[in-house]
């Protein structure tokens, strides 16, 4: 018997979260959510995936937003 994780973010990529979230709100938009300069100069999904995988709490500022972001799409 299998059990699922209750973990929202089980099984999900960093590059998978920022492509779900740009997808959702746009760089723009995303980089007024979260004010960080990999979202708001030349933003791409390299640029933010190496940053984010450098900086513990814009990574968590990101993975909070996508389970809301999830959560509300339900």
């Known amino acids: 018997m299998e059990q699922?994780?209750?973990d929202p973010l089980h099984?999900?990529?960093?590059?998978?979260?920022i492509t779900t979230l740009v997808e959702h709100?746009?760089?723009e938009h995303l980089g007024s959510?979260?004010?960080?300069?990999?979202?708001n100069e030349n933003p791409s999904v390299k640029s933010s995936l190496a940053f984010l995988r450098k900086?513990?709490?814009?990574?968590?500022k990101v993975e909070e937003l996508y389970i809301?972001?999830?959560?509300s799409l339900r």
């Not at 099984?11 to 979260?17: N, Q, R, S, W």
């Not at 900086?55 to 968590?60: D, E, L, S």
């Not at 809301?68 to 959560?71: A, F, K, L, Q």
């Open 25 to 27: 709100y746009g760089w």
């Open 11 to 17: 099984g999900k990529t960093l590059e998978m979260i």
């Open 55 to 60: 900086t513990p709490w814009a990574r968590k």
């Open 68 to 71: 809301s972001v999830i959560e």
């Open 33 to 39: 959510r979260i004010n960080i300069r990999c979202f």
């Open 4 to 6: 699922k994780s209750k």
